[in-house]
């Protein structure tokens, strides 16, 4: 019999089946919802990098999780966290004053 992964219950029940007809469960006690025997798709650094970069010249989210071959929530997610870490959320920096040996005259 299963366990819940989350607080480890036995008191499970099945819950219909995800999109792949894995059977999924629902725990009685902490109400979590999980498929035995999950199988999750591991990003490369590489397949990172290139969303990165795919996201920095203006590919649309939905083209990058095509060519990645990834989830959209998970080009969403990602970019998110690029856009929170790098400052990249289309807000100009702010290089402080130009000095007088940018060519500004005084």
């Known amino acids: 019999?299963?366990?819940?992964?989350?607080?480890?219950?036995g008191d499970i029940k099945k819950n219909g089946h995800i999109h792949n007809g894995k059977q999924n469960y629902y725990c009685k006690t902490c109400?979590?919802?999980?498929?035995?025997?999950?199988?999750?798709?591991?990003v490369s650094q590489k397949d990172r990098e290139l969303a990165a970069?795919?996201?920095r010249e203006g590919l649309s989210m939905r083209a990058i999780s095509r060519v990645l071959g990834v989830s959209?929530?998970?080009?969403?997610?990602?970019?998110?966290?690029?856009?929170?870490?790098?400052g990249i959320s289309g807000e100009v920096p702010d290089f402080g004053k130009a000095d007088s040996k940018s060519?500004?005259?005084?």
């Open 31 to 42: 109400g979590r919802n999980f498929v035995e025997n999950p199988q999750q798709k591991i």
């Open 1 to 9: 019999m299963e366990k819940c992964p989350r607080c480890g219950s």
């Open 72 to 86: 959209l929530p998970w080009v969403l997610d990602f970019t998110k966290n690029l856009s929170g870490e790098k």
């Open 53 to 55: 970069r795919l996201f």
């Open 103 to 106: 060519g500004e005259s005084s």
